[in-house]
């Protein structure tokens, strides 16, 4: 009886070729996706500083004051505070976890996750 030889299958240089080819694509994506994710961090923390400033703002002018406390529970982003019945939540893990707000001077908010720290106007925009 004669056996014949199936050569079916890929070779070695056939399977390191793709294995080139995807470390490749992995090597262009991964900085991409930490990109994108720098971007959201950035931008919630753009509005929460907006809606932060915002409410702010509403409150000094209702109660006749020009400075408000402002606290952040950092496990779930849980205004405390006066704040609390114009902002519910804000991000996550932003720091710092209690600070001052008034008419006149810019504050910073930070973000451990992403490693960002940006400063903001009284009316909430970044500097």
């Known amino acids: 009886m004669k056996t014949t030889r199936s050569n079916k299958g890929?070779?070695?240089?056939?399977?390191?070729?793709?294995?080139?080819?995807?470390?490749l694509l992995a090597a262009m994506a991964i900085p991409?996706?930490?990109?994108?994710?720098?971007?959201?961090?950035?931008?919630?923390?753009?509005?929460?500083?907006?809606?932060?400033s915002a409410a702010a703002q509403q409150y000094m002018l209702e109660n006749s004051i020009t400075l408000v406390a402002v606290g952040i529970t950092a496990s779930d982003g849980t205004v405390t505070g006066p704040l609390s019945s114009y902002v519910k939540r804000v991000a996550k893990n932003t720091a710092p976890s209690s600070f001052n707000l008034d008419l006149t001077?810019?504050?910073?908010?930070?973000?451990?996750?992403?490693?960002?720290?940006?400063?903001?106007?009284?009316?909430?925009?970044?500097?």
């Open 105 to 127: 001077s810019a504050f910073t908010m930070s973000h451990p996750q992403g490693g960002l720290t940006l400063s903001f106007s009284p009316e909430g925009q970044p500097l």
């Open 32 to 52: 991409a996706f930490k990109k994108v994710r720098e971007n959201s961090i950035n931008g919630a923390m753009k509005n929460d500083a907006r809606q932060l």
């Open 10 to 23: 890929f070779t070695l240089v056939e399977i390191m070729i793709v294995v080139v080819i995807i470390g």
